[in-house]
């Protein structure tokens, strides 16, 4: 079974920086691309940041590009996120997602709330 768990959300000041971390269990970590999706209140829910499966190749959302680093530790089983010059907008619901044959699960999400 695919179970994936967010870490290090909480409450952080503008022009700060957030680590998260997901741990992955129940599928092929190292043969899996993995990605970071945020919701902010009343929005949709919107695509951060892509890893594939060895790491060697990266996507973000123009949102975040320039001061967002998505990695993964496949020895861990573990994709972790990290955004820098963080901004009120970046509030949100920061939820992993992995797609295993065909079928899309998403962890329960950790909440990240930018303010001062």
């Known amino acids: 079974q695919v179970h994936l768990v967010e870490s290090g959300g909480g409450l952080l000041q503008p022009g700060g920086s957030l680590r998260l971390s997901c741990a992955a269990a129940?599928?092929?970590?190292?043969?899996?691309?993995m990605s970071w999706y945020r919701q902010a209140p009343g929005k949709e829910r919107e695509l951060v940041a892509t890893i594939n499966d060895n790491g060697e190749s990266a996507n973000y959302a123009d949102s975040v590009a320039g001061r967002c680093t998505i990695l993964r530790d496949n020895t861990k089983n573990t994709v972790y996120l990290q955004i820098d010059s963080l901004k009120p907008e970046d509030t949100a619901v920061y939820y992993c997602?992995?797609?295993?044959?065909?079928?899309?699960?998403w962890g329960q999400g950790t909440q990240v709330t930018v303010s001062s």
């Open positions: 997602q992995v797609i295993v044959f065909l079928q899309t699960y």
């Open positions: 129940g599928f092929t970590f190292s043969m899996s691309a």
